[in-house]
């Protein structure tokens, strides 16, 4: 089992920067995916980006592509998401999540940190 904790929330102007964190505990062995997510009040969660645990891979949805950037501590078991460029858009809860490498869904959830921009 994975333990996941995010942290790095805040309130930025818009075209400030911003870095989360992820720390992931317990039983990270088998773990696939990390991905990060966001939901705003009254919309649909969304999908921001993923890194691949083993390889390092990432991707990031188009709409943060260029601005946003995922990496992950070789010292241990964080993975950051990097906002650059922020707009008032990006204001939302988000929330990383691990995906295990013997299913195709995020089945565990950090608690979420609150990302403000404002005008």
């Known amino acids: 089992q994975v333990q996941l904790v995010e942290s790095g929330g805040g309130l930025v102007q818009a075209g400030g920067s911003l870095r989360l964190s992820c720390a992931a505990s317990g039983r990270t062995f088998g773990t696939y995916r990390m991905g990060w997510f966001r939901q705003a009040p009254g919309k649909e969660r969304e999908f921001v980006g993923r890194i691949t645990w083993n390889s390092g891979d990432t991707y990031v949805a188009d709409s943060v592509k260029g601005r946003f950037t995922i990496s992950r501590d070789s010292a241990g078991n964080t993975v950051y998401l990097q906002m650059n460029s922020l707009k008032p858009e990006d204001t939302a809860v988000y929330y990383c999540?691990?995906?295990?490498?013997?299913?195709?869904?995020?089945?565990?959830w950090g608690q979420g940190t609150q990302v403000t921009v404002s005008s």
């Open positions: 999540a691990a995906r295990m490498i013997t299913t195709s869904s995020y089945d565990t």
